[in-house]
Antibody, heavy 120, light 113 residues
Framework: QVQLVESGGGVVQPGRSLRLSCAAS????????IHWVRQAPGKGLEWVAV????????YYADSVKGRFTISRDNSKNTLYLQMTSLKTEDSAVYYC?????????????WGQGTLVTVSS | DIVMTQSPDSLAVSLGERATISCKSS????????????LAWYQQKPGQPPKLLIY???TRESGVPNRFSGSGSGTDFTLTISSLQAEDVAVYYC?????????FGPGTKVEIK
């Protein structure tokens, strides 16, 4: 069964940086695009970013463009989200989610999420 | 950006009855070259990550009970639960993946009446 395990969340002050990781297993990581999706407490889902299977293409939500960077290391089966200039509105549970396929970007497997709290 | 809206915000349905959720996109998510609607539906139960139910607007994900069905095309879509079960209590989201940024609807909360 596909596994995605996020880590790296925590409490951080506004303006600081944080890097999230997503460790993948039990599927061919290098063959699939991966998303980051976030959910503020008690709110709906917000798509954050996606990276292609080979890491050559990245796309971002307007709310994080220029501040967040998605990357991956296919040799380590790991996805990353580097977050800089954090704002209080970035507080959320961050999920990594596997794209169903190259032609089907819908997310078919999700991790349990890691909580990021941006607060002074 | 494509804006997704859902209605109603919440609904309460008796066990065994039909639940219907509407999702509308601000522009068409139908890709003419392959005649596919780039729309998915997800279910999220409290304390859990979302679960993919439907993709391509009407293709049921493996393992999803056949009481869940998706329909619609272009800008108007529907998720139907034909006979509501207790385990279907959740928030349901539509999402377009036609263009980036991919966007979700605000969600519809389904409860038991």
């Amino acid at each position: 069964q596909v596994q995605l395990v996020e880590s790296g969340g925590g409490v951080v002050q506004p303006g600081r940086s944080l890097r999230l990781s997503c460790a993948a297993s039990k599927f061919t990581f290098s063959s699939y695009g991966i998303h980051w999706v976030r959910q503020a407490p008690g709110k709906g889902l917000e798509w954050v970013a996606v990276i292609s299977s080979d890491g050559n293409d990245e796309y971002y939500a307007d709310s994080v463009k220029g501040r967040f960077t998605i990357s991956r290391d296919n040799s380590k089966n790991t996805l990353y989200l580097q977050m800089t200039s954090l704002k209080t509105e970035d507080s959320a549970v961050y999920y990594c989610a596997k794209a169903r396929g190259s032609e089907t970007p819908a997310a078919d497997y999700w991790g349990q999420g890691t909580l990021v709290t941006v607060s002074s | 950006d494509i804006v997704m809206t859902q209605s109603p915000d919440s609904l309460a349905v008796s066990l065994g009855e039909r639940a219907t959720i509407s999702c509308k996109s601000s522009q068409s998510v139908l890709y003419s070259s392959n005649n596919k609607n780039y729309l998915a539906w997800y279910q999220q139960k409290p304390g859990q990550p979302p679960k993919l139910l439907i993709y391509w607007a009407s293709t049921r994900e493996s393992g999803v009970p056949n009481r869940f069905s998706g329909s619609g095309s272009g800008t108007d879509f529907t998720l139907t639960i034909s006979s509501l079960q207790a385990e279907d209590v959740a928030v349901y989201y539509c999402q377009q993946y036609y263009s980036t940024p991919q966007t979700f609807g605000p969600g519809t909360k389904v409860e038991i009446k």
